[in-house]
């Protein structure tokens, strides 16, 4: 949706997890009889959901500007078993095998920062090599044998190749770019080496931060912005917290809170609150939004502190078993808490309110947790779209 929201228009979508295909098919996507088919303008989304690894993607050589993936994060993330490489739903070589049959102009892989742990650093070292120079078979090498081949090509490949990327990793904090969390990932760019793009067009800054918050709680801006009255008592907690000193400016908005999130943008209006007597399970539709269900029985857990309402949202994580613990519980101004609602979740990951999900609560925030925040993915392609234009 992101990708979308910056120009492209998608030829292809996959996606394995049986629900997360029933929200796409509720949202912008459909399943054609032919699985080569190719939308024009306008209709929706041709989604084949299944096995990656089942998918023939030569039917789309010369037809991709920007192919763009999320292989599953379990592997490598601090929530998994760490089995990195040897873990079965590493599908890294999946990604690979997209770029050398599609040749794209760009590629833009997301991640979680898990990959650059020291255990796994060698292993994100050969994912970049890999990406850098796709085209040089690994046939049944190790990774690791594979990657002494990759260095040795790499001095022989010009620099110009059509058969080379110029792949830059950053490490990214989501709300850096106004998504209200703090959602710390790796997202791999690269262009094809024989287009020529040049690389100072390509520049995804960073559009918000924690300094301009602060400023902005110091000069009263972040409270009169929203709305309604903050209790005295919350806004003196808040405050006796930040620093004493009025920090500079460093010309950048305030990073997004999830009071911010819940209140709305402008683009969207606030989201009623929930009274205890109906976190009962069931769609009150209050305000007519959807997902918007208050749930019983939150509670805070040893080591999990809850979310604030003045801080960014933490990491919406998608849970082995749905809904993880404290991470989802949220404190009220009246030092109450409660459970965040899907529809509060699906806000901080900045999906719109008309976005519907599939599936009973659990799968829901299982999806949410799954995902890429959608301004995040959007400021990405958008820069990686103007890099493109230049080379037009």
Known sequence: MGIHHAGFRPLLVNEFAKRACETLRLNVAQEYEDKEYLPQD???WPLVEGDVREINFKYLQGKVDLLAGGPPCQPFSLGG???GDEDDRNMF?????AIREIRPRAIMCEN????LRSSFRPYFDYIVRELSLPFVPREG???QEHNALLQRRDEEIPDDSPDRYHVVPMEVNAADYGVPQIRRRVIMVGFRADLGVDWSRFQPQPTHSETALVRSMRLGDYWDRNGRKVPTSTREAVEA???AKLPDSDGLLPWRTLRDAIEGDGRSTRLPPIPPELLDRKEHFLGGFTDHVGWPGARIYQGHTPNELDR???TVKAG???VPGGELVMLLDDDSHRYMTVRETARVMTFPDEWRLAGPRGEKMRQLGNAVPVLLAERFAQAISEALESIT
Request: glycine fraction near 12%; avoid cysteine; charge should be positive.
């Open 241 to 243: 917290r930040l620093p």
């Open 81 to 83: 078993v760490h089995k």
């Open 320 to 322: 082995v078993h749905g």
């Open 112 to 115: 979680v920062r898990g990959l």
């Open 93 to 97: 070589p999946q990604f690979f095998r």
């Open 312 to 314: 960014p949202a933490k």
């Open 42 to 44: 306008g209709e929706p």
């Open 141 to 143: 090498a190790s990774w």
